[in-house]
């Protein structure tokens, strides 16, 4: 069975860090661009970073770079999203989702497997 499963998330305070973790089971991320996304409620999902299937290629939402950092480890088959200099406004629930995406790839609709999230709270 296909799984995306998420970690990393918690609370944090304004300026901190956190690494979240995307991991797959029950298949490879070798041909898989991943995305992250992340949501609040009432709002829609938005996509915050993506890399290609080899690494080569990032994307990021305007909103993140500079401050946010998208890696794989193909072998652990994991993607990971270093986040720093965390704001308030960065708190959401956040998801990875894997698909075969060419070229602009922060659009959910292009995302076909997606993990159940993690939340990420930024806050005094």
């Known amino acids: 069975q296909l799984q995306l499963v998420e970690s990393g998330g918690g609370l944090v305070q304004p300026g901190g860090s956190l690494r979240l973790s995307c991991t797959a089971s029950?298949?490879?991320?070798?041909?898989?661009?991943i995305g992250w996304f992340r949501q609040v409620p009432g709002k829609e999902r938005e996509g915050v970073s993506c890399i290609s299937s080899g690494g080569s290629i990032t994307n990021y939402a305007d909103s993140v770079k500079g401050r946010f950092t998208i890696s794989r480890d193909n072998a652990k088959r994991t993607v990971y999203l270093q986040m720093n200099s965390l704001k308030p406004e960065d708190s959401a629930h956040y998801f990875c989702?894997?698909?075969?995406?060419?070229?602009?790839?922060?659009?959910?609709?292009?995302?076909?497997?997606w993990g159940q999230g993690t939340q990420v709270t930024v806050s005094s």
């Open positions: 989702a894997a698909g075969r995406v060419g070229g602009f790839c922060l659009s959910k609709y292009d995302y076909t497997d």
């Open positions: 029950g298949f490879t991320l070798d041909y898989s661009t």
